[in-house]
């Protein structure tokens, strides 16, 4: 893979779970998104090892489809990532709140 695509993968994974922890609009605004989403599609873990495989293959072209196709595979892999990030919060607040 291309440097740059490791060096973006990187930085998402790093930086998403920041964002979310000091941000608890954004963690509403992603369970409430993803609510909507999975309520219309259940298969919608599906996407997941598609997005990778988009990641991966379309790294390796420098063609525009390609790269558009690699964003493409990087926002689905970040759009799951971060509203699986966001309910772990949600649920980690609840419990916090409960206990104290």
């Known amino acids: 893979m291309d440097s740059l695509v ?3 993968f990187f930085f998402g994974l ?3 779970p920041l964002i979310l922890n000091f941000s608890s ?3 509403d ?3 409430k998104s993803y609510c909507k989403t ?3 599609n259940k298969n919608y873990i599906v996407v997941v090892p598609i997005a990778i495989y988009l990641i991966y293959e379309m790294s390796l072209k420098t063609n525009l ?3 558009i196709g690699l964003i493409r595979g ?6 799951i990532y971060s509203c699986g990030i ?3 919060v949600n649920q980690a607040c609840k419990i916090s709140y409960k206990e104290s």
């Open 14 to 16: 790093a930086l998403i």
């Open 65 to 67: 489809a390609a790269q």
């Open 25 to 27: 609009l954004a963690v």
């Open 38 to 40: 999975i309520s219309k």
């Open 29 to 31: 605004v992603l369970i």
């Open 86 to 88: 966001a309910f772990l």
């Open 74 to 79: 990087l926002v689905l892999f970040f759009y």
């Open 6 to 8: 490791i060096d973006i």
